[in-house]
């Protein structure tokens, strides 16, 4: 099905099971621990043996000998794998480092090893025996120091790293007001509860993988062109992902090593990275330097606008686009946006958690809470003030869904923003200085092809197969609900199997994008499927109607398993995007956060108090686990704007606290109550069900909004993440 023109009124549209709030339909598995992760298979294979990988001791430079004599002596061991038998490899299309490192060494923790022995321990113990010689290479680990040799960034997808419209200098040397300031976000890691690992088995020259992994075809292909065979003998398995956030989006090196440990041992192998590997051996999301420059009109409007990124990624990488909201979030004619990218050594960066906007408003709205400040403007107001209906780069452009504004009037007064003191470290509860905070939420709405496959059983009930993942943001149940809504079904007549490779190719999971077009693509699937049943019964597929588990038409009806009496009836469709609707018109989501911070005066703790968000993003399929994505999403902000940072050793090129020992994350004691908000939206250019996404949209803008509260409880402006109380407590106000 191609999807060229804006939807019409269809049979989602009667909102009878889409748009509700039901339930997750695999949460009971989840909570009985019986919904199987990748470890957790234990009878799809017998006989299954453990890998454990060895990671680069150095970050650049190469191996001069790998001496695995003691180690293959040792009990239990029954193959290592290292560069020298693991035979010719390739390299992914989506991985800048090579998953199997040596003799060179890309960076620090690229594995080089995978022992594998009858038992966990056995592996774990063999490996420590292995003796690897290196010879170390200097390398650039320190993006300060890199940052003016850095070039630009090179185009990714046909996105350009370098933009402008009119003429920003002039604009900018001409305002009566202007902001120019410098923020950084550090190197952070995606710290989801699952580890990566696998389970591969082969079958003669036949692989099944049993992974984490967010997008099952770029995972299949990827994984069958770096062990050169070809993509129909590779089979990828992912029915339940423990979070990816980003981080499983591509193969990783659990995946590849299973496959070389099961080749070489003549078994099945499981592997799962241990923590330190999880932060240097796969992806982060880079550190940033960002210069932003606004000038501004004395009554607010803004006249000129820039905003200038600095990242590094290994040589081949892509830089963290930390501009791209800059160039359609606020009206201004005069504009400039530059990515930088210096190549560092450091491990792999790549998507994390809203790769681009998420750490672009990090900086972003931290200053436009400054020129409001600086204009003696309430921050809510100046954001509306500053508002366009049209890209700010292209006015003959204008977007097909924009309710910034409304997003901003609904949070101020739920949140109550108008009893906020504008002047900083006014307001104080006991030892706590109380301050308010906002900031704009947004994130480019991405569509992408998707396929389906529908049944119809003689039992009436539907099966839908289609290789989308669910990566614990509820595919499982509003794909249901899709199918249910379409072919005039309750919920518990439709059953869901989800990410295998022998399904059609979906969407996949990642980049807000998953939600909208994997249920695209059942729509056009069952689409299909209500014609053939419409003709097996004899009615006109134009006039007939699916509800109540029938089909009626003229005056007639006929139970829809009756047209299944026969046989199972199959029909299969992909939804095909056309680029014309989106260069027609920008398709974005828009949001509002508020929170509230309080500040201890005499030890600077920070403590979110309260949360807020506001969000337009198309029709909200079910806003049971839209809610869920979105606090989860807050969540994460709190964690990048408070604690969340990777330290680098820059003698050596590795992150140090890479375990969740000294990697800090949120817990429960620090995520205060927190409420969502979703404006009654639907937006007919996007897709069938005429919905977005709301995962990264609830991430994108919090961390600015928490230091934007913090300024106002203390008076205390920080530009370098995360908020920590040694950047705050020698500047606190004197205590009274």
Request: glycine share 10%; aromatic share 6%; proline share 5%.
């Amino acid at each position: 099905m191609k999807f060229d023109t804006p939807a019409d009124t269809n049979p989602i549209d009667r909102l009878r099971v889409v748009g509700q709030p039901h339930e997750r339909i695999d949460g009971r598995m989840k909570v009985t621990g019986t919904a199987p992760y990748a470890y957790e298979h234990h009878d799809v294979a017998q006989n299954v043996a453990y890998g454990f990988v060895v990671g680069a001791a150095i970050a650049k430079g190469r191996v001069t000998r790998i001496d695995s004599a003691a180690a293959r002596r040792a009990p239990g061991v029954l193959a290592i794998v290292t560069h020298e038998n693991a035979g010719e490899l390739g390299k992914g299309d989506k991985n800048t480092a090579r998953l199997l490192g040596g003799p060179e060494v890309q960076h620090y923790h690229q594995a080089l090893a995978v022992v594998v022995a009858e038992s966990f321990e056995e592996a774990r113990a063999a490996a420590r025996l292995l003796d690897i010689a290196y010879e170390s290479a200097g390398g650039a680990f320190d993006l300060a120091a890199a940052k003016d040799g850095a070039p630009d960034a090179p185009a990714s997808g046909g996105t350009p790293t370098q933009t402008g419209a009119g003429d920003f200098e002039a604009a900018f040397a001409a305002a009566p007001v202007q902001i120019d300031q410098s923020y950084t976000t550090p190197d952070q890691s995606h710290a989801m509860m699952e580890p990566h690992a696998s389970l591969a088995e082969w079958d003669g020259d036949r692989l099944t993988v049993w992974t984490s992994n967010q997008m099952i075809h770029w995972g299949a292909t990827d994984l069958a062109r770096t062990l050169n065979v070809a993509p129909d003998t590779v089979r990828i398995v992912s029915p339940f992902i423990g979070g990816g956030f980003g981080g499983k989006l591509f193969l990783r090196a659990d995946a590849l090593l299973a496959a070389l440990g099961a080749r070489a041992a003549d078994r099945p192998v499981k592997v799962a990275l241990s923590r330190p590997l999880i932060a240097n051996n796969t992806t982060h999301r880079p550190a940033t330097i960002q210069r932003i420059r606004i000038g501004t009109q004395s009554d607010g409007r803004i006249t000129a606008i820039a905003h200038e990124s600095w990242s590094g990624d290994l040589e081949g990488g892509q830089p963290e686009a930390a501009t791209q909201q800059t160039r359609l979030l606020y009206a201004g004619a005069n504009r400039m946006t530059s990515l930088k990218l210096a190549v560092l050594d450091l491990p792999e960066g790549n998507a994390m958690r809203a790769p681009g906007e998420a750490p672009g408003l990090m900086a972003l709205e931290i200053a436009i809470d400054e020129a409001a400040e600086r204009l003696g403007m309430d921050p809510v107001e100046f954001r509306i003030l500053n508002d366009t209906q049209v890209d700010p780069e292209d006015p003959s452009r204008p977007f097909s869904q924009r309710r910034l504004a409304e997003c901003f009037r609904r949070g101020a007064e739920r949140f109550g923003w108008s009893a906020r003191d504008a002047r900083p470290a006014q307001q104080r509860d006991g030892r706590w200085m109380v301050g308010l905070g906002v900031a704009s939420a947004f994130r480019n709405n991405m569509n992408m092809d998707s396929g389906a496959r529908v049944r119809l059983g003689a039992d009436g009930v539907v099966t839908v197969e289609t290789d989308m993942t669910d990566i614990g943001t509820g595919s499982y149940t509003i794909i249901a609900q899709t199918a249910a809504e379409m072919m005039g079904l309750p919920l518990d007549r439709v059953q869901v199997t989800l990410g295998d490779s022998r399904f059609p190719v979906s969407a996949g999971s990642g980049g807000q994008w998953g939600a909208n077009s994997s249920t695209a693509g059942v729509y056009a699937a069952c689409a299909k499927l209500r014609e053939a049943v419409a003709r097996k019964l004899g009615f006109d597929p134009e006039a007939a109607e699916f509800a109540d588990g029938a089909v009626r038409a003229g005056g007639r009806e006929a139970p829809l398993a009756e047209a299944a009496r026969d046989g199972e009836i199959v029909a299969e469709d992909t939804i095909e995007f056309a680029e014309k609707l989106s260069e027609e018109q920008q398709q974005s989501t828009f949001g509002a956060h508020f929170v509230e911070v309080g500040v201890d005066m005499a030890t600077a703790e920070v403590r979110v108090r309260r949360m807020l968000a506001v969000c337009a993003a198309g029709r909200i399929l079910n806003p049971l686990t839209a809610r869920s994505q979105v606090i989860g999403a807050m969540t994460m902000g709190v964690g990048g704007a408070l604690m969340e940072e990777l330290a680098v050793d820059k003698r050596h090129g590795f992150f140090v606290n890479h375990d969740l020992a000294g990697y800090e994350v949120p817990v429960h004691a620090d995520i205060p109550h927190q409420e969502v908000i979703f404006l009654d939206e639907t937006d007919p250019t996007s897709s069938p069900m005429k919905a977005k996404g709301v995962g990264e949209l609830g991430l994108c803008g919090v961390a600015a909004a928490i230091a934007n509260a913090v300024h106002n409880a203390t008076g205390v402006r920080v530009r370098d993440y995360p908020v920590t109380l040694d950047k705050l407590i020698g500047r606190l106000p004197d205590v009274a």
